[in-house]
């Protein structure tokens, strides 16, 4: 496999979706993260058509705070569900590559059995639209390191997950450095932090030698994007 160009991860980024496009081109950016919607409006449409970059990715959000896949409600869980698949059917028309996700709070039995019933209609939605879904782990949450979704995804047979991994830029040959080599085949997505001034997305050049050829001798795809340690 070999290295793609880095993106620029865009949810949570200050300023329009206008000119978080151009910032990216003018550091240099080829694609980019965007955060999902139900329906892309042509504004948004003509800006992405206009800067020429592609889309890697999107970041799935709820419609409200309230909202979550591990709701004890099944008409909440449902609406959600619906809700998200939308958003990754508008990201497969954008070309993108990946739909990221949070993971919920409700970390009892009955709470990650809902969380994993809700998580696999998406993952197999996005599937059968050339998608990987990435989960996202999430301190706090009940999947706060990826070890954990690792396990929990292994046991509850999510065959088509992905995992998110986020790999400081100080720690590119670190523990965290050695846990990706571990956990490799399951990841989807490294997102590199980074401070905003140290941007550069040519090919490779955040990863050290070893995880370079690490990855390149992987037979799944991995995709990196690049977002302020900040964000």
Known sequence: MSLEPVSLWLPGRPGSFAECLHEA???GFESVVLRGVEERSLAEREALAETGLFVQGVLLEPADSSQALDHPSVASRRLLVQH????????AQLGARLVCLRPGNDVSEGGLL????GLQ???EYAA???LACCLMPTPGSGFPDVQTVVTWAQRMKQDHLRIAFDLP???LAGTLCEQFVRVKDCVGLVRLLCPRAGCAPR???LLNPVLSEIIVGMDTAVSFTLLDQTD
């Open 25 to 27: 081109v003018r550091l």
């Open 84 to 91: 998200w698949q939308r958003q990754i059917l508008d990201a």
């Open 114 to 117: 809902r969380f994993a019933e």
């Open 121 to 123: 209609l998406l993952t």
């Open 128 to 130: 059968r639209r050339s």
């Open 169 to 171: 830029s100080d720690d």
């Open 203 to 205: 090919k490779g050049m």
